[in-house]
């Protein structure tokens, strides 16, 4: 692209970017207050865009920082432009922070360009600049700051071309494919969704623009990778990170992946990072008892021409990630150790008047397999700016109340178990192997298996969803029905996932599965207190009112306890969907002698926990409603 400049005058300037893979930019700069008059004009190109989230050579937003000095001084003395920085706006145009131009008389300028821009940049008397990789790179914005180019140029005399400044990525790119183990199916694991982080990498450092090398490696941390799953070739492909070049120790970075609630790792191999590589690691997986998996790795000529290197799983777990939890089977993740629960890691809701926020929290698991609630950790606090993380919490099992002793920790990513089971913010001399599974209700009825969550909303222990047995706990079938008044039944809506119980199949006392019962009254009024009786916090999904054309209430369901307005059965069909939904609840501690006058009703038109009758009006019989049991 050529453009004729005018000397003496005071022209915009502009840094045109088109859309191909090398994207040829040109500027030109001019000013009245100049050594020269010789607009420095710049051509860019990169190398290789694929770290970029659309693929194109910069976005809206992107800056670069530039330098120039003569070839007299180095950068780390004064510079002919410091750290001057150009911004792209609209149609790929970068403007300039200012205008520049060549010296006057025959000098020549060495070039130095980076991305993305920092106001620091370089301090006088140095020849670093710090750069760093963003922990979460699942997020687009994120996966851009990930990235780091340089582009340099030496003795470029002044000139009507442009300067051609070649940026190339410093970064290493991973790419991972995951490959199904014998006996494992690819759509099966697609639609499993394993979340998978790699752990170990630092991620801050200098980069040293004399030596070209990264320097003072800080800061190590599990970073989650960009993209989404896919299916190529009998792989799940998709996912890939940035990361700064680093040695790479098998016994410090490894991949851990969750992958139908249990946690796997797998090392990653000794190879030797360079910038603008990128690196595939092939990990075949497969479900087992153990928690490693098997991996390969190669590093494609995509950028840089490299080796095949195979690696083995030695290792165990021994710390729990807590980036690697997707709590996206439950709530709560039981730890083991040597087949024992030895602690549990829970997503949780803290409310009262000391502190509210959304948390995660670890808890000794005691040899009787019950959490002790009274010496639990607080890991994050997600709701609080406040370094107040790693402090103990303390149940009060009656009141359904805690205390909390504030630690002085930002928010804290991993926990380590020693022998003894005790809790670990730092990493002991001899952390213990762990097993990593999602705490679950696995209930087996007539050798059909249904997986409930578990959420935890203060003291108590609930089902993550309501309860759709068509057996009772001893394998009797339920029969199935549409009318009241036939009998212990249950009822579902063609069409709609809900089931509904009368209260003839409730008092059989055998609906529950194994260790867990139908709530009490004691039950829904510990709950209802916990959550200051504002049912919004335990209501998802969208509700409508009951009367018509009037707004429901909102429902955040910050507990994650999720109820939802499926509604209920009577006159032979599916009524109120949208806008309400009843739960039975059983009058004394046992759970096992009658049902009261009045349950638990939640409505769109309020968001009180609300109570209505049990009976269908007029009738000896009872209603058909929802059930949600609580761990005994």
Known sequence: MNRKSSKNKSLMALLLCTIPLFTACVNEIESEDSSGTVPIKFSTKVSNTNTRVTDTAFEKGD????????????????????????????????????????????ATLDFISYYPYLKTGIPIGKSTIPVSTQTDQSKDGNRVLSDFLIASEEDIASSEDAVELQYKHKFTKIKIIITPGAGEDVTKMYNAKPRIIATGFNTKAEYDTKTDTFINLTEEADIIPHG????????????????????????????????NGKVYTCPMPEITMQ???????????????????????????????????????KGGITTIRLAALSFSQSNVYRVY???????????????????????????????NEQSDLSHGTVLQLQDE????????????????????????????????????????LEKPENPISIDIVSHTIRDIRNGNTCEYPIVKVGTQYWMGEDLHATAYRDGTTLSKQTNLGKGESYFKPK?????????????KNNLAPTGWKIPNTNDWQSLKAYIGNDASLIKAGDWEASTEGKP?????????FAVYPVGMWGDG???????????????????????PEQTVFFTGSSNLCDSGNTLVSKASYYKALSIRCIKE
């Not at 040597?338 to 409310?351: D, M, N, Q, R």
């Not at 069409?495 to 008092?507: I, K, T, W």
Request: with cysteine; net charge negative.
């Open 275 to 313: 910038g603008s590589t990128q690196c595939q690691i092939k990990i075949t997986a497969m479900q087992a008892t153990s928690h490693t998996l098997t991996g390969i790795a190669s590093k494609v000529d995509d950028w840089v021409n490299g080796e095949n290197k195979d690696t083995d799983n």
């Open 385 to 424: 700016k406040e370094a107040i993380n790693g402090g103990i919490i303390s149940w009060d099992i009656n009141k359904n109340t805690f205390n909390y002793t504030e630690g002085s920790s930002q928010i804290i990513n991993k926990v380590y178990l020693n022998a003894e089971g005790a809790i670990l």
């Open 63 to 106: 800056k670069v920082g530039l330098y120039a000095m003569l070839p007299s001084t180095s950068i780390t003395e004064k510079r002919y432009i410091d750290n001057i920085w150009l911004e792209c706006g609209e149609n790929e145009i970068f403007t300039p922070e200012k205008t520049v131009f060549y010296p006057a008389g025959d």
């Open 228 to 259: 989404e799953w896919n299916i190529t070739s009998g792989n799940l492909t998709g996912k890939e990170f940035i990361i700064i070049p680093q040695k790479i120790s098998p016994d410090i970075q490894s991949f851990t992946m969750e992958w």
């Open 552 to 560: 429901a209430c909102p429902a955040s369901n910050l507990t994650d």
């Open 573 to 595: 069909q599916h009524l109120l969907k949208n806008k309400l939904v009843g739960y039975w609840t059983l009058n004394n501690e046992d759970g096992s002698s009658s049902i």
């Open 495 to 507: 069409d709609y996932e809900a089931y509904f119980y009368n209260g003839e199949a409730v008092l």
């Open 337 to 367: 150790h040597g087949g024992k629960p030895i602690a549990e890691v829970c997503k949780e809701y803290l409310k009262s008047d000391q502190i509210t926020s959304k948390a995660i929290v670890v808890y000794p698991v005691k040899e």
